[in-house]
């Protein structure tokens, strides 16, 4: 079987079996590809590759100054694309197994201080329509550490008012269940009743979240609303959807919540995914210690 069709296979069996999301799974693609025209250039193909050429291979690409973490992913790939290999009896051997994983250099993502995010929820002018569903949105967004695109694809029929969850699609179409905080519903339930039907102007659409033309909301529309009303706020960090994401987890566990109940709501599948929030937590800890500790 050509390498082409062994990529192939082993994507469809990605994508059916596991779910994966189309950018990991494009991803995976890129990756085998770079794999397979290496081992070409060296005579060599899939099923004949050795340790040491993979070893090589991945030895090229960490001098090209690829950052750590996305030699690692690409590791990573190549390994599940063996172990995929392996399952179907096709290779004996994983040439991956034993080689070293490149170590991930792990950046801290930046945050918003709660006062800062209440600055920023606090900008939209609430006596508009469009004010008062963009607070809508920004508290949401806030309350449930929802990703932009689960944000916009919110549905009317998504949200239960009466045990205050949300039902969201994340990555790879798994739904996952969210609560939401009263202060968040409110601003939904005020939205709802006195501007989406202003801005629909006489559509109909199932999206909670709506434009002033009365289309479903998008992702390059919230991304200038957030970051307009972040400089309305004074706000001098670069904003992001994302960022709401990332402080809405950090806060959580300032607070005393437990890791595992962060994951379920962010919904990571990997809890090492969330756990680099500990490490935000752990480094704010320490700013506070070196600030006002009278010996630090």
Same mark, same amino acid.
């Given at each position: 079987m050509s390498d082409a069709r062994l990529i192939r296979h082993f994507l469809d069996d990605m994508l059916v079996e596991h779910g994966l999301a189309s950018n990991t799974l494009e991803a995976y693609r890129t990756d085998l590809i770079g794999l397979s025209e290496y081992l070409a @250039?060296?005579?060599?193909?899939?099923?004949? #590759?050795?340790?040491? %050429? %993979?070893a090589e291979w991945l030895a090229l690409l960490s001098q090209r100054d690829l950052a750590g973490s996305t030699v690692a992913r690409k590791r990573s790939a190549v390994g599940r694309f063996y172990r995929f290999l392996g399952m179907l009896n096709l290779r004996s051997d994983d040439p991956t197994r034993l080689l070293d994983t490149p170590r991930r250099i792990r950046h801290l993502p930046d945050i918003l201080s709660e006062s800062e995010v209440d600055?920023?929820?606090?900008?939209?002018?609430?006596?508009?329509?469009?004010? +008062?569903?963009?607070?809508?949105? +920004?508290?949401?967004?806030? #309350?449930?550490?929802?990703?932009?695109?689960?944000? %916009?694809?919110?549905?009317?029929?998504?949200?239960? *008012?009466?045990?205050?969850? $949300? &039902?969201? *699609?994340?990555? @790879?179409?798994?739904? &996952?269940?969210?609560?939401? @905080?009263?202060?968040? +519903?409110? $601003? %939904?339930? &005020?939205?709802?009743?006195?501007?989406?039907?202003?801005?629909?102007?006489? &559509?109909s659409t199932s999206a909670l979240f709506v434009s002033n033309r009365g289309h479903a909301m998008t992702r390059q529309n919230f991304w200038y609303i957030i970051r307009r009303h972040a400089r309305d706020a004074g706000i001098q960090k670069k904003i992001s959807p994302h960022l709401l994401r990332h402080s809405f987890a950090s806060h959580l566990l300032n607070h005393g919540a437990e890791l595992r109940g962060v994951q379920m709501m962010l919904g990571h599948a990997d809890i090492s995914t969330t756990e680099i929030y500990t490490h935000i937590a752990k480094e704010r800890m320490k700013q506070v210690h070196g600030q006002f500790h009278p010996r630090a």
């Open positions: @250039g060296q005579k060599s193909d899939f099923m004949q #590759a050795t340790p040491a %050429i %993979i600055d920023l929820i606090a900008s939209p002018d609430r006596s508009t329509e469009l004010g +008062l569903r963009d607070a809508a949105m +920004l508290e949401t967004l806030y #309350a449930t550490g929802l990703r932009v695109s689960e944000l %916009i694809s919110l549905s009317t029929d998504g949200l239960d *008012v009466d045990f205050g969850f $949300l &039902r969201v *699609v994340g990555k @790879g179409d798994k739904e &996952r269940v969210v609560p939401v @905080g009263e202060v968040a +519903l409110d $601003l %939904i339930a &005020r939205y709802r009743s006195q501007s989406r039907p202003v801005l629909l102007k006489g &559509r």
